[in-house]
């Protein structure tokens, strides 16, 4: 059974021979597990696990296309200005969330004069033809392939920061819409430049923080008012050409699976653990609905503890595998805590009790 038939009898419920594979990696784990064994980099760990996805682009549009312009620096950091217009710290070397300092498009009228106009008028960062090359390349290895970028939420987080889009939530609605709006357009119009090149892709996978540990950031009601008209928008479109679509959120949203149902989502990845996420709770009530990728704990794996990754990896897989729609990926992205011989062996458990 090929990666592409797997995933998509997930999708459908229907008998595969195992679970569909992926996960994601921090650049630091890549880095120890070269040093511990691993020959290459991050496709070959993704080889070895066998994965069966293939991503053939990735679209985030920015007004500022390119830019990065570093402002200051010391030995451990340098503070940028970014594609998107803000100003942020970030650590030389080594990955970690950054230290937001300022966000250009801090106010509607910086929206309306500056950001809206640039964005719309900023070249499609997509190159249509090597998503086309990559296309034809997964298709050879029989692999699932979609289309990726990030949503409307994420996009206005990243464009006027989180405390300037959660007053502007209840103070300004119109204006969350039309950045929601005007990014979904740009991400739509990059993605039809690659159908235009024969690319029929198997899905869409899209991307948006929008909880943080014990629920969403905003209410479901005002989520279903703001932002979940232009996520409705994203699935029928991607509904429209035949794909099925893959929801990545971080944080605890249990509270709107129904309205990501309604959206047309069709599965729901990486199910945050840490913040609280078990498909054991939602397997039952919503595994006919929404199939679920993840929830495997990595500050389990990052105890290098086999004994307890191997019963974390069990449970879930029970619970995600009486559905028949369940694939296996961590709960985020596996950390440098995590050795190369336990990624290993976490390899060894998701073939042992993801074989139906």
């Known amino acids: 059974m090929t990666g592409c038939e797997r995933v998509n009898r997930m999708f459908a419920r229907q008998d595969q021979d195992r679970v569909p594979r992926h996960d994601a990696y921090w650049p630091e784990t890549i880095a120890r597990w070269q040093r511990e064994g691993l020959q290459w980099d991050q496709a070959d760990a993704l080889r070895l696990l066998g994965a069966d996805f293939q991503t053939l682009c990735w679209s985030w549009p920015s007004a500022f296309p390119g830019q990065r312009v570093v402002l200051s620096q010391d030995a451990e950091t340098e503070t940028v200005r970014d594609a998107w217009g803000g100003v942020a710290r970030f650590w030389k070397g080594?990955?970690?969330?950054?230290?937001?300092?300022?966000?250009?498009?801090?106010?509607?009228?910086?929206?309306?004069?500056?950001?809206?106009?640039?964005?719309?008028?900023?070249?499609?960062?997509?190159?249509?033809?090597?998503?086309?090359?990559?296309?034809?390349?997964?298709?050879?290895?029989?692999?699932?392939?979609?289309?990726?970028?990030?949503?409307?939420?994420?996009?206005?987080?990243?464009?006027?920061?989180?405390?300037?889009?959660?007053?502007?939530?209840?103070?300004?609605?119109?204006?969350?819409?039309?950045?929601?709006?005007?990014?979904?357009?740009?991400?739509?119009?990059?993605?039809?430049?690659?159908?235009?090149?024969?690319?029929?892709?198997?899905?869409?996978?899209?991307?948006?923080?929008?909880?943080?540990?014990?629920?969403?950031?905003?209410?479901?009601?005002?989520?279903?008012?703001?932002?979940?008209?232009?996520?409705?928008?994203?699935?029928?479109?991607?509904?429209?050409?035949?794909?099925?679509?893959?929801?990545?959120?971080?944080?605890?949203?249990?509270?709107?699976?129904?309205?990501?149902?309604?959206?047309?989502?069709?599965?729901?990845?990486?199910?945050?653990?840490?913040?609280?996420?078990?498909?054991?709770d939602f397997a039952p009530t919503h595994g006919d609905r929404l199939a679920m990728f993840g929830n495997i704990d990595v500050m389990k794996m990052a105890t290098n503890d086999l004994g307890l990754i191997e019963e974390e990896i069990r449970v879930k897989f029970a619970a995600g595998m009486a559905t028949r729609g369940y694939a296996y990926h961590s709960d985020h992205s596996v950390p440098p805590q995590v050795s190369w011989k336990t990624y290993q062996a976490i390899i060894g458990f998701v073939e042992r009790y993801g074989t139906y």
Request: aromatic share 10%.
């Open 94 to 280: 080594r990955s970690g969330t950054p230290e937001h300092i300022s966000f250009g498009c801090d106010s509607r009228e910086a929206w309306e004069k500056t950001y809206r106009p640039a964005m719309l008028a900023a070249a499609n960062e997509i190159n249509p033809q090597l998503a086309a090359l990559r296309y034809h390349e997964g298709r050879a290895c029989g692999k699932w392939n979609h289309l990726a970028g990030v949503e409307g939420f994420e996009a206005l987080r990243r464009l006027i920061g989180d405390e300037a889009c959660l007053i502007a939530m209840i103070e300004d609605p119109e204006w969350v819409r039309d950045i929601v709006r005007v990014h979904t357009d740009i991400v739509l119009r990059s993605f039809e430049g690659v159908l235009a090149e024969g690319v029929a892709p198997d899905g869409l996978w899209i991307y948006g923080d929008m909880a943080y540990n014990h629920a969403t950031m905003c209410s479901p009601a005002m989520y279903r008012e703001l932002v979940w008209p232009a996520h409705k928008r994203m699935a029928d479109w991607a509904h429209a050409h035949g794909m099925k679509v893959i929801y990545h959120t971080d944080g605890r949203v249990s509270g709107v699976l129904d309205l990501y149902i309604a959206a047309g989502f069709e599965c729901l990845q990486p199910i945050e653990a840490k913040a609280g996420m078990d498909i054991r």
